[in-house]
């Protein structure tokens, strides 16, 4: 600041140097005290059921973020609950909440595995090395990475056999949730806010856009890059620069509901992503695209404890209900909902993911041909797609 | 189109918005430095600002006229209490005013208390109800360019404006403020005359966490509707430079405000115009600005020379005069 040094260690008011040096020595030792006990406190564990000695198996989730988050982990934890009723005396589970992906995810999985859990699921991208190292490091316990790419991507020999990913075909549910969008657009402009310019979210933006223009070929998707998955004060920027540039309905593909704030003092209708806003936002909702982990989980574990270890590389669908819309608000009309649970229905009729791709060709913002009439996309195909649709405005690169 | 949604007008209403809790935290620091006490507890006040207004704003049931003022004057209290336990520590027992504000906000910054209490008191991501929304002053608000940019703010906003003068007047042309910059300038001199330099310092580093208080508010009863852990991202930190950016003087830390207000929002509206610019760039430019402040006055016979109190963060001992 403006001080030199000098200043700091000799401050010629104070009785002597020696002095200062040792208060600022104590004063170091009571904040690193301080510090550790609020870390200590914020990554707590906290154990539900209790152990039956009939055998259950005892499994543990780590999330990255609070239970109570309104979003991501607390569908996690929502997942959880409903494997620990479904499965009952068979299940001890534990989770470790707010863990930081770093150094500390390995440090997390250690203490699990000593705990006795033989089950770990990672619930963030984040966590997916520390996993496969732990994997390797302990043959006997499973672990399980949601939206890890490596199995899609790398194949099965790319990993260690004990380690398992699942994830849900999120742009399936993106591409109903656009007819609404499509439809509620005015001025033909949809702005989105998205996170991070990485295959998950393009593919996903990609699938809203032609959701959009299935019902409006006129509408255009404007994308504005936040580079946070979740920053409220970031969040509500780029919402009112998407307003400010024309954007007459807005979808924000964040974890926090700040956009609807935006959309509601312009009285314009937004969709949000993974959590049910209807509530808050009753006069601009629209709905949003979420996830039902909890079938997947109890179907794991249960796979599991009867000895029928696989690694199913699992793309929830439509079909399965694993991926599903919010509720309606009252600006989606009784023909867009109804629109929207035929398509719906002839997703979930399909038993797969994607049946819209290749409905006719598809053209990248060059006017390529990325996807031809009639042609299927692989899990592999959407877990490198990198570029965007024809009718998106923004760079799919960031 | 109208003249309002042209590219100027949109920054500069942006500007003052985003400017706002950083004309709040500047000010405060200014009124503590101007007594001869720097706390690098700012961003550290702020947050427990904000999550004590957030707290009382999301739990109380009320008129929101009640509300808002009574979750307002949660947070100043809060920062307040901050700012009292730095000042016993850098004025009572002398401690390096550095080190005491730097753990003052680890203490209670975003890897700390903040975060803590919001958790322990659930602010979840469900968005709270009561907040400061844009006021459509005089109903001038569609008036071409000064209307989005001066009349469509916050009642927050308004305040800070009002602060600011009163601080002018305050710190310039009264006598409390003659002896404020005395204490500041020499503490020595300004004992021997009579003034109660001890006093004086309690005071307006205390007043100066309030004001970090309302800055914390301004994020979590304005600017965002749901609580996030470290929600003013830097904010603090900004400010402090803001002061030494303005010359210590109230009406110049006010433009700098603006300017970084301005520089935040700046990336996301050339974004959605389609005009392609680096955004991390953009979005480092504040801080990179900050750093070109700080070195430039980090000579200290320059910072003297821009208005830099003499005695800044040195305690003051009677006896050694």
Redesign the interface.
């Known amino acids: 600041m403006v001080i030199t040094n000098e200043e700091i260690m000799v401050s010629p008011g104070s009785s002597s140097p020696r002095r200062t040096v040792r208060r600022a020595g104590i004063a170091t030792i009571a904040l690193v005290a301080v510090l550790g006990l609020f870390t200590a406190a914020c990554s707590s564990s906290k154990s539900s059921d209790s152990a039956k000695p009939s055998g259950p198996t005892k499994a543990a989730w780590i999330y990255v973020g609070p239970v109570n988050d309104g979003g991501w982990t607390q569908a996690h934890d929502n997942g959880r609950k409903e494997a620990a009723t479904a499965l009952g005396d068979n299940l001890i589970s534990t989770y470790k909440e707010n863990v930081p992906e770093g150094p500390e995810t390995a440090q997390v999985i250690d203490d699990l595995v000593k705990d006795g859990n033989t089950v770990i699921f990672g619930t963030s991208y984040g966590f997916k090395d520390a996993m496969q190292a732990a994997a390797k490091k302990y043959p006997d316990v499973k672990f399980v990475q949601a939206t890890g790419d490596d199995i899609t991507v790398n194949g099965v020999s790319s990993v260690p056999s004990n380690y398992d990913e699942y994830w849900g075909a999120g742009e399936d549910t993106l591409y109903l949730t656009g007819i609404a969008a499509g439809k509620a657009t005015k001025n033909n402009v949809i702005g989105v806010e998205a996170p991070f310019p990485i295959p998950e979210i393009i593919r996903q933006i990609n699938g809203f856009a032609l959701g959009a223009q299935s019902v409006n070929p006129d509408a255009t998707v404007k994308v504005v890059w936040t580079k946070a998955w979740f920053d409220p004060a970031v969040e509500r920027q780029a919402a009112e620069s998407l307003v400010a540039a024309g954007a007459d309905v807005i979808f924000s593909h964040q974890d926090s509901p700040t956009a609807g704030e935006v959309a509601k003092a312009n009285n314009l209708p937004w969709l949000g992503y993974d959590s049910d806003q209807s509530a808050a936002y009753p006069s601009v909702w629209l709905t949003a695209a979420t996830y039902d982990w909890g079938p997947y989980y109890t179907a794991k574990i249960n796979s599991i404890r009867d000895g029928k270890w696989s690694q199913q590389n699992y793309y929830g669908t439509i079909g399965d209900q694993f991926t599903s819309i919010a509720p309606f608000g009252s600006l989606v009309s009784a023909e867009t909902q109804s629109a929207i649970r035929a398509e719906q229905a002839k997703a979930a009729a399909t038993k797969s993911f994607g049946w819209y791709w290749g409905l006719e060709d598809r053209m990248d913002q060059d006017g390529k041909v990325v996807i031809t009439k009639g042609q299927t996309l692989s899990q592999k195909d959407l877990y490198t797609m990198s570029y965007f649709v024809m009718g998106i405005d923004g760079n799919p690169k960031g | 189109m109208s003249v309002n ?1 042209n590219l100027f007008v ?1 920054i500069l209403a ?1 500007a003052i918005f ?1 400017g706002t809790p950083l004309v709040f935290a500047a000010l405060g620091e200014l009124l503590s430095e101007r007594s001869g006490v ?1 706390n ?1 507890g700012v961003e550290g006040m702020m947050l427990l600002g904000a999550v004590c207004s957030a707290v009382v704003a999301a739990n109380l049931d009320g008129p929101a006229a009640l509300v808002l003022p009574l979750a307002l004057l949660a947070g100043m209290a809060a920062a307040a209490l901050g700012a009292a336990i730095h000042a016993f ?1 850098v004025i009572t ?4 005013q ?3 504000g730097l ?1 003052l906000t ?2 209670a910054g975003a ?3 903040s ?2 209490l919001a ?1 322990v008191w ?1 602010l ?4 709270s ?1 009561n ?1 400061f ?2 006021m459509d002053l005089f109903g001038l608000k569609d008036v071409p360019v000064v209307g989005p940019i001066l009349f469509d703010q916050t009642l927050l906003t308004y305040l800070s404006w009002l602060l600011v003068g009163l601080a002018m007047v305050y710190l310039f042309r009264t006598r409390m403020g003659l002896h404020l910059r005395a204490v500041g300038e020499s503490p020595q001199t300004a004992d021997s005359v009579g003034i109660p330099v001890t006093r004086y310092r309690y005071g307006h580093v205390i007043v100066g966490g309030m004001f970090a208080g309302i800055a914390g508010a301004c ?1 979590s009863l304005t ?4 609580w ?1 852990n470290g ?1 003013t ?1 830097g904010a603090g930190w900004i400010a ?1 430079a803001l002061v ?1 950016f303005g010359f210590w003087r109230p009406d110049l830390t006010l433009v700098g405000a603006y300017l970084f207000g301005a520089l ?2 700046l990336s ?2 050339l ?4 005009i ?1 610019v680096p ?2 760039l953009l ?1 480092a430019l504040p801080y990179l600005a900050t750093i070109v402040v ?1 070195v430039l ?2 000579n ?1 016979r320059l ?1 003297r020379r821009l208005g ?1 109190p003499a005695a ?6 009677r006896e ?1 005069r």
Not at chain 2, 124 to 127: K, L, V
Not at chain 2, 223 to 226: A, D, G, K, N, Q
Not at chain 2, 312 to 317: A, F, K, S, W
């Open positions: 949604d949109i942006s985003y720097i690098l520590l027992l002398r401690v390096n550095i080190i005491s753990a680890i203490f890897a700390g208390l975060s803590y958790n659930g979840g991501r469900n968005p109800l907040q929304g844009r994020y600017i965002v509707p749901t996030a929600l991202s402090l030494i935040s929002s996301f509206t974004q959605a115009r389609g392609d955004s991390a979005n700080l006055v980090s200290s910072s830099s800044l963060g040195r305690p003051y001992e050694e």
